[in-house]
């Protein structure tokens, strides 16, 4: 979609010439030939990443202590401080593979083979619910900072109900989860209310709500209602065992039912966003606000509901979190949000608001953070470098120019930065 | 000093904005640039003050040639500009407001007496304002010329007129030789236009020239010394003060041969009962003024009514008004008895309005998505588009594809986005929405602006096939070739009031007037005025079940 959203330059021109210049069959060729040589925003993210990792290495280099003492003796035997230098990368950079998709040493078992993979898609199932929550409001012209309230409020609901329902699964996990999404839609539709009815600036009320939401939770985890008396922390009691999320793959595998949960969330935003009357409605509100009222849409309306499902699906990142095998308790903590509803905006940037490619960006900083982790044990290196190195996708794709200027790439105006600059002035 | 254009030439891809235009303004003299809205006036006076580059031409200073690259080359050169919309920044005050650009810095009062610190420069890249030379310059000037402004004021504060004064003496604190003011009239009240006029003078009598840009012909009279009506583009003709409005309307409005239309006389006999009726409609703007005030009228099934004007006279918000997307103030919309004033966009639209808006980019299209996208966002959401929420994609790109067959519209795809149209094209896909539903009223607001003639007369043929089959049809336009290929009667608005409703074998010249604000001296539009209203008053009785 975004291929196309942004006119290129040869658009422009060929949007003047006489009609009778344009024939249909020169004006899709020209436009090939100007997508190709323009550097079109797929080419762009895949540029983006590779220089994110490249920058990444350099960090990998410079704080590696072996290697900068090979360094120090770079005169006199280059070789020693390249060696050093290469075997610092690949190690680090081999690690992070081996964590997030398979390690050929450990595929004795089929457990082990799997377990990779099994991480990278469990840290990504709460990124594609925030990804898509935050890509959706995009589409609609909102930019949806409140992710973390949301959750939060999500995970406060899915957690009552978890511990209060006393039912078989097939009640208390669909009233669990119920609740969650319940929770978080409520809390984003106070927010496109806000935004709606008085005006209030929906970047500004969020974070204003994230604030509320965070020192509720702490309330609430120190309450008689919440709190788990067994506990010598401020955590919640656990919900039931009937209410969590099932593994998928054994016990030893975290992967867990919330993955399909994602799946079925990226068909329903897909289906919504493209195939439903209440998605075209959304897209036009936030593409064309004033066309969409002239044409007798409620601007308002739109902005309500997209908060209203934005939030929903945030609040089903607070359901994985509680019911999934995120954390071991299965119960609330202060830490539940893990920084996921900020997360969750740089997925939707890098994934260009779309399903599809938020899925692709949840998949990836999922497998960075999974290899992350053995990245730090195999190879010594810090998990912080994941953290640098996934800013820094995202500091390119925001930056098109950049990158096109590194690569000597034509523009065309940069969907990753109007997608920004649309949700901030909406 | 004179100021000399010679042969200026600018386009805008393939439009031409600026001909060829010669222009002379001597040292002293009130010269005034006359000509309708996007005769290429404002352009004109861009490319004097370097905010457009000429594709020919040379600007010449007392005989010199003058290269302006940008605002400070004009400025340096002693060229000072109003703007219509103001560059001042609310929140500051007026002395601060004049000095933005040319901040003079100096030592505080406190540091002046003490020897060594005074001789500090207190400037470079953080200098220290030199706040009291600012206003005292701005009292200075404001003195000078009887511009009446507290330096100390918000300008925020300000109303208008006097916001006004402030970009003036900002003008004249850079010493500027030739001020240009683009359409200053514009947001004054007739009083603040009295004051602006005696300023001019005394800028006149102090050897200062003025280039006044405006469509007014009796401001024209009242302070030019020289006239220079532009057309289109071009230099249609110079005049001095003594030229009567008469003349000055036929030059700037034209004699060109008529744009037609093969249109037959409306089939609809004088007396029928009108199928739409606005009464006092009276619309209020952001600040309370009115800009629509009071306006009435009546069309009949199967007749075009044309609303003629300046821009700016009410039709933006007279027609936003019967959508439905600007509340009315006062006054009643009926449609085939229906009431539909402080009904919502689409309870109107639903009531079968069609609406083509002025700005299609703005108000009618969403560039980003599909022509197939664009044809149904009226309709989206009903059959066969729409069923229980779910959208019908086959139904969309089968009604995309049968519109673009009727409409002609030329497009690479049904799936490109209708931004990457021509405007002609874009403005087709707009008219084939309007009118694809059952109507039975279209509201169609500059319906041919920026697009190309092989559209333009594919849209007026399909605007007199609706009125053929029978609808009542309102024509907004500010050109006059339009309203005469289309409108049966013609409706002349200025600020907000309708001046008279009149045939369209009225001559171009008395519609010039009327659009001017002043009524013909031979034409009769007054009684036609008067016969409507009588009209109006006579159904009003009936209309009301």
Partial sequence: MSEQTAPSEADQTVRQTPEKERTPQSGRLRRLAAHVAAGPPWVVTVLAIALALLVGAVLIIVSDSEVTTAFGYFFARPSDALTASWTAVSTAYGALLKGAIF???????????????????????PLIFGGLAVGLAFRAGLFNIGGQGQLIIGAIATTWVGFTLDAPAVIALPAAVL????????????????????GAHEVIVTIMLNYVAYLLLGYLISSEVFRDPDNPQPVSKPVAEAARLPHLLGDSLRVNAGLLLAIAAVVFTWWLLNRSTLGFQLRTVGANPHAARTAGMSVGYGQIMAMVISGGLMGLVGVSQVLGTANAHNALTQQIDAGLGFTAITVALLGRASPLGTVAAALLFGALQAGGREMQAAAGVSIEIVTVIQALIVLFVAAPPLVRGLFRLRGDGGAGTGLLAKGWNG | MTLELRGITKRFGSLVANDGIDLEVRPGEIHCLL?????????LMNVLYGLYQPDAGQILMDGRPLTINGPRDAIAAGIGMVHQHFMLIPVFTVAENVMLGDERTGPPRWARSLGPLARLGWSGPVGWLDRRRARRDVAEISSRYGLQVDPDALVADLPVGVQQRVEIIKALIRDARVLILD???????????????????????????????????????????????????????TAGPEAS??????????????LTVDKAPPAVPEDAEPAFQVRDLTVLDESGQPVVDGVSFDIRAGEILGIAGVQGNGQTELTEAILGL????????????????????RQVLRAGVGYIPEDRGHDALVADSSV????????????????????????????????????????????????????????????????????????????????????????????????DQGRPVLIVSTELDEIFALADRIAVMYRGKIMAIVPPETSREDIG?????????????PEGAADSQKDAAAKDGDADE
């Avoid at chain 1, 609740?179 to 539709?189: D, K, N, V």
């Avoid at chain 2, 409005?245 to 008529?258: F, I, N, P, Y």
């Avoid at chain 2, 790109?397 to 799936?415: G, K, L, M, W």
């Avoid at chain 2, 874009?426 to 169609?444: F, G, H, W, Y």
């Fill in chain 2, 372 to 467: 197939a996208e664009n044809l149904v966002l009226d309709l989206f959401d009903r059959p066969p588009f729409g069923r229980r929420g779910s959208m019908d994609v086959r139904a969309v790109r089968a009604n995309a594809a049968h519109r673009v067959e009727e409409f002609d519209i030329r497009t690479s795809s049904i799936d490109a986005p209708v931004g990457t149209l021509s405007g002609g094209n874009q403005q087709k896909v707009v008219v084939a929405r309007e009118m694809s539903r059952p109507l039975r009223l279209l509201v169609a607001s500059q319906p041919t602006r920026g697009v190309d003639v092989g559209a333009m007369e594919f849209i007026h043929r399909r605007i007199v096939a609706e009125r």
């Fill in chain 2, 513 to 525: 007037c009327l659009m001017a604000g002043t009524s013909p001296d031979a034409a009769g539009p």
């Fill in chain 2, 35 to 43: 000509g309708e809205n996007g005769a290429g006036k404002s352009t």
């Fill in chain 2, 245 to 258: 409005e008469r003349e000055l309307a036929g030059l700037m409005v034209g004699r060109d041969v008529r």
């Fill in chain 1, 179 to 198: 609740a969650g999404i319940a929770g978080g839609a409520l809390y984003g539709g106070l927010a496109g209310w806000l935004k709606a009815g008085p």
């Fill in chain 2, 183 to 237: 359409e200053p009239t514009a947001v004054l009240t007739p009083q603040e236009t009295e004051e602006l006029f005696s300023v001019m003078r005394s800028l006149r009598a102090s050897g200062r020239s003025i280039v006044f840009i405006t469509h007014k012909l009796k401001e024209v009279k009242a302070v030019a010394d020289r006239i220079t009506v532009i057309r289109r583009g071009a230099v249609v003709g």
């Fill in chain 1, 103 to 125: 390690n050929p040493g450990n595929a004795g078992s089929a457990t082990a083979a799997l377990t990779p993979i099994s991480e990278t898609l469990t840290e990504a199932t």
């Fill in chain 2, 326 to 345: 600007r509340p009315a103030a006062g006054g009643s919309i009926r449609l085939d008895g229906r009431e539909l004033t402080g009904r919502s966009p």
